[in-house]
């Protein structure tokens, strides 16, 4: 099934990893971050871990004394939160090194986002990014916005009964509601008014180049070991993963139209919706949705974006004959709008670096990868 950027490259260091922390490290860690919390607003009766967390320890905490916060003068009870802690290692993984500073280039997204609206004119859908209440920079803590009763949309798309809940309308309601938002973030994000976020921004380097390690510094070294299908195409792969390498290198101000802020890491995992089967279907124009995980956030090209979300929607057609994917691949489609030829090719080209990579676990069907390796050989060729 499709992962994440970090779940990807956990799975390909799978057996060298030494194990996570066991059951009374996690036990300390979560007594310690209650007792950070307790001298805050956010203090907290209990935290209670979260499943998914593969690079940080995520909990949904209790409060103490719920709080009262306004939205469009509307005061709102919050009773809970999600509590989110970093560390300089992978949450499943203590031998995994992933920078600390990820966490920092998440709390710049998240504030500024604050600033984006949650609703577009032409989705009239209410897409939202979780709000940042409390960030300790010294223990690299982040206390966000709980956004309760949700799931996330790819435990929908995988579920046994997906094809009775993801019907035509509501897979291709949301896949519409989430590229109308894609544009807006893409286009918002490149504004000027956006310059000094860019220029934040462009300092993940460590997440750029875990990126572009996941992706195109990988996949030829995946396909060797089918040497069938390598062969005849090895220097058009190496034109692909030559380019691919090189445009991670942009910085800001050698950004064309199709190149800007990027979340990094958009996946069916990173989008939440209400998860009751009755309020999906009984009524769709007033779903919710909500974009999370935001530390992959980084200066790319928009193809990246578009094509991991392309990518594991496919994915779960190809091998899974879930229909409602290819209905949410056309109303994403639609929603984002038109795409230049450069874009389109690229985003083509993405997709197949991305399930080339992402279907090593187990090792994929050799017709698998043969379709993925035409993807990014014909796409790159018309480039």
């Avoid at 989008?271 to 790319?300: C, F, M, R």
Wanted: with cysteine.
């Amino acid at each position: 099934m499709g992962t994440s950027l970090i779940q990807s490259l956990l799975i390909q260091a799978y057996f060298k990893r030494m194990g996570p922390l066991n059951q009374a490290e996690k036990d300390q860690l979560s007594t310690r971050i209650l007792q950070e919390l307790s001298q805050t607003p956010y203090a907290c009766t209990s935290l209670t871990e979260l499943s998914g967390g593969t690079a940080n320890f995520v909990y949904r905490g209790i409060l103490a004394q719920p709080l009262l916060r306004q939205d469009d003068g509307i005061a709102t009870a919050i009773a809970s939160v999600i509590v989110k802690h970093t560390t300089e290692f992978a949450a499943v993984n203590r031998d995994f090194f992933l920078d600390v500073s990820r966490c920092i280039f998440e709390e710049s997204m998240l504030n500024a986002l604050n600033a984006f609206p949650s609703t577009t004119a032409a989705a009239q859908v209410s897409t939202k990014t979780p709000r940042l209440y409390l960030f300790n920079r010294i223990t690299n803590t982040q206390v966000h916005e709980d956004f309760t009763d949700t799931i996330d949309f790819k435990s929908i798309i995988v579920s046994p009964s997906t094809n009775a809940i993801l019907t035509r309308s509501l897979a291709t309601f949301i896949g519409r509601a989430l590229g109308t938002w894609m544009r807006s973030f893409h286009t918002w994000a490149s504004a000027p008014e956006q310059m000094d976020l860019r220029s934040t921004i462009e300092m993940n380097d460590p997440m750029r180049k875990l990126k572009c390690l996941v992706t195109y510094e990988s996949f030829i070294s995946i396909l060797e070991n089918f040497p069938d299908i390598l062969e005849g195409y090895r220097k058009t792969l190496e034109g692909v993963r030559d380019s691919g390498i090189k445009e991670f290198d942009k910085l800001v101000g050698d950004e064309t139209d199709d190149w800007g802020i990027i979340h990094g890491d958009f996946w069916t995992g990173n989008v939440l919706l209400p998860n009751t089967t009755l309020q999906l279907q009984s009524n769709v124009e007033g779903i919710k949705l909500y974009i999370i995980d935001w530390e992959l956030a980084q200066i790319g090209h928009r193809a990246y974006d578009l094509g991991q979300m392309l990518g594991d929607l496919y994915e779960r057609k190809h091998f899974h004959n879930v229909e409602g994917s290819v209905w949410t691949i056309e109303g994403f489609m639609d929603g984002y709008g038109g795409l230049s030829n450069d874009i389109a090719f690229r985003t083509a080209i993405h997709i197949g670096v991305y399930l080339i990579c992402w279907l090593t676990n187990p090792i994929p069907a050799i017709n698998s990868l043969a379709i993925h390796k035409g993807l990014a050989c014909q796409d790159y060729q018309e480039c």
